[in-house]
């Protein structure tokens, strides 16, 4: 699952704010904050393929309740 900070770091940067001042607001370096948004990034990819997938399954359930 995806950290409150990971969560907050991809809404500032998504916001529009450079990773320098989010690392600056934080005192962190700037690689830690392009580190933690990668990883968010990488959560909401893989809910997004399993959201697919679940979609798929319920598609796939229903033509075999309509066929039989």
């Not at 005192?27 to 893989?46: D, F, K, M, P």
Request: aromatic letters at 6%; glycine letters at 4%.
């Amino acid at each position: 699952a995806m950290t409150d900070r990971q969560e907050e770091f991809y809404l500032l940067y998504m916001s529009g704010i450079r990773t320098g001042e989010i690392a600056r607001r934080y005192g962190v370096n700037r690689s830690t904050v392009t580190r933690i948004i990668s990883r968010a990034e990488n959560h909401l990819r893989r809910a997004e393929r399993l959201k697919r997938r679940v979609a798929a399954m319920q598609k796939e359930a229903e033509n075999e309740n309509i066929s039989h």
